[in-house]
């Protein structure tokens, strides 16, 4: 069963950066369209940067100009490059493929927690 092992989270001032990563558990950004989502407290969880096959990139317009997605193969991990925090990016980030259809919509990894906070 496809598993996804996030990390890099942490508190930050708003301006700072951080890098997020996710592991997958086989060679799942490979084979399908991959993004980074983020569940904020008492809203939804919504994708904010996706990695399609052909490397295009597609950003919520919240994060375009301060996020970046992108992958290691050979690592089967995938980044999220976090720039310019604002408060509003307080949330807990996870990684799935995309869209989270079929047996994907149930595996999600434990997330890794952002806090932007002066």
Known sequence: QARFVESGGALAQP??????????????????????YR???????????MLML??????????KGRFTISSDSAKNTLYLQMNNLKLEDTAIYYCNVHPPLGPFANIWGQGTQVTVSS
């Open 54 to 63: 052909n490397s295009g990139t597609r950003y919520d317009d919240s994060v």
């Open 39 to 49: 569940q904020a407290p008492g809203k939804p969880r919504e994708a904010v940067a």
């Open 15 to 36: 301006g700072g950066s951080l890098r997020l990563s996710c592991a997958a558990s086989d060679r799942l950004f490979t084979n399908y369209h991959a993004a980074w």
